[in-house]
C-alpha cells in the first residue's frame, strides 16, 4: 500500500527547510531508508511511516521485531545469512543486522511484506529468492567495476 496523500504532505513540510532541492532530499531519504527512492509518492506507508518517526525524533525506527527468527527455522538461518552476504551487518556484534532486515521486509522490495516469524514455508521461499538476485545483482556489479 503506497503512502497517503497526508503522510506525503506531512514528510514535504517536514522536509521543506532541511534540504536544498528535490535530488537532495531525494538522496538523503533514500540514505535513511537503505532504500533508492525516486518520489515520496511511490513510498510505502510503513517507510513514510519510518521516515516521518525519524524526522521527528532524530532516531530511526526500530524494524528488528520484524526480522525477528526461530533458529531452529533453516529457512530463517539461511535469510540470516543472505543478509549478511549483502553486507547488511550489525557493526556493534559483526552479525546480521536485523534493523536492517526487517526494513527491508517492511519495505516494497520485499515480495512478502510482514514479520518473518509470520511468513509460510512458501513465503520465505520467495524472499530467500528475492535475497539470492539481489546478491547476483551486485556480484555482477562489482565484477563490472573490475
Not at 534540504?19 to 533514500?30: H, I, M
Not at 549483502?86 to 532486515?101: F, I
Not at 521486509?105 to 520485499?110: T, V, Y
Not at 509470520?118 to 563490472?144: Q, Y
Amino acid at each position: 500500500m503506497t503512502a497517503t496523500a497526508n503522510q506525503i504532505k506531512i514528510l514535504q513540510s517536514q522536509c521543506s527547510g532541511k534540504f536544498r532541492d528535490r535530488d537532495e532530499r531525494l538522496e538523503a531519504v533514500s540514505s535513511i531508508l537503505g532504500d533508492e527512492v525516486e518520489s515520496f509518492k511511490k513510498l510505502s506507508k510503513l517507510q513514510a511511516d519510518d521516515l516521518i518517526y525519524f524526522f521527528n525524533t532524530g532516531e530511526m525506527p526500530d524494524n528488528r521485531s520484524w526480522a525477528a527468527f526461530d533458529k531452529h527455522n533453516s529457512q530463517h538461518r539461511t535469510i540470516l545469512s543472505k543478509a549478511y552476504t549483502l553486507g547488511w551487518r550489525d557493526r556493534k556484534t559483526g552479525y546480521a543486522d536485523l534493523n536492517r532486515l526487517g526494513g527491508w521486509l517492511k519495505s516494497k522490495r520485499s515480495p512478502v511484506s510482514k514479520p518473518l516469524k509470520e511468513m509460510n514455508k512458501r513465503e520465505l521461499s520467495k524472499v530467500i529468492s528475492a535475497m539470492d538476485n539481489m546478491i547476483l545483482k551486485s556480484f555482477k556489479k562489482d565484477l563490472n567495476e573490475h
